[in-house]
């Protein structure tokens, strides 16, 4: 690996648009279970789109919000890792970077990565269930649970199950990649669509993709170049050989 390791970092040296495309996998190496790892215990009972879709909210909004409340917990007890932090890095060093993610948990902006591109939103941060507007940050209390201006119930501001993701993020995301001469995509399975689509037309375009996961992918492949292992293991040693 050390080989791949300095061929990439000259590359990163010689590149002016840079895409870190981050999925699950980058926070698991923070403790932060997948959404379906962390239905256990007492959530196991519960379908996904009980606990995530419209339907499941406007059936049962308050379980929806326990649901949130307890992930955001996890979110807040988690520290971001040697991957966010090498992210970060790579952001304040190298110009035209930009940060893509499917996490919902904020460890980027943690990590001091300014405004990631976030294609299923931010469990921190709320929305109108009714109207869309933004409901500002997480209130004090869950009783009663929290509204809008408009009267509306607020919900977490994620993509939830049967929802689009939102349109201006993924254009800007989607315009990233097309652009891009070097595409990375971090700790990412690359099975949920349309966002697993973005290092594919990254590669069309004539980015030279990039894949760093612990088990190979769909994407593994088609890629440039594949380094497995865990992305806090990987992005530190080729920040050291940017040196
Ligand atoms: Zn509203």
Redesign the pocket.
């Known amino acids: 690996m050390h080989a791949a390791i300095s061929d990439l970092a000259r590359r990163l040296r010689d590149c002016d648009r840079l895409v870190l495309f981050t999925g699950a996998g980058v926070s698991a190496e923070s403790g932060i279970p997948t959404f379906r790892d962390a239905q256990t215990g007492l959530w196991a009972r519960y379908s996904p789109e009980q606990l995530a879709s419209p339907e499941g909210f406007r059936a049962d909004p308050r379980t929806v919000w326990a649901w949130y409340a307890w992930r955001r917990e996890k979110c807040l007890a988690a520290a971001p890792n040697p991957a966010h932090l090498a992210i970060a890095e790579l952001q304040r060093r190298l110009p035209g970077v930009t940060l893509i993610t499917q996490n919902v948990d904020g460890l980027h902006q943690r990590a001091g990565s300014e405004a990631p591109l976030e294609l299923h939103g931010n469990l921190h941060r709320l929305k ?1 269930f ?2 869309g ?1 933004d409901g500002g940050d997480w209130p004090e209390t869950l009783d009663p649970l929290p509204r ?3 009267g ?1 119930l607020l919900r977490p501001a994620v993509v939830w199950f049967g929802e689009s993701l939102p349109g201006e993020v993924l254009a800007r995301a989607s315009e990233a990649g097309l652009q891009a001469g070097l595409f990375f995509s971090i700790g990412t399975s690359s099975l949920v669509y349309p966002a697993a689509d973005l290092p594919f037309q990254a590669k069309r375009r004539g980015a030279f993709v990039v894949e760093i996961n612990p088990q190979p992918t769909p994407l593994s492949r088609h890629a440039d170049l594949c380094l497995h292992g865990a992305a806090g293991g990987v992005l530190p040693r080729l920040l050291a050989a940017l040196e």
Do not use: E, H, L, P
């Open positions: 109108c009714r109207c507007a809008c201006v408009c509306g």
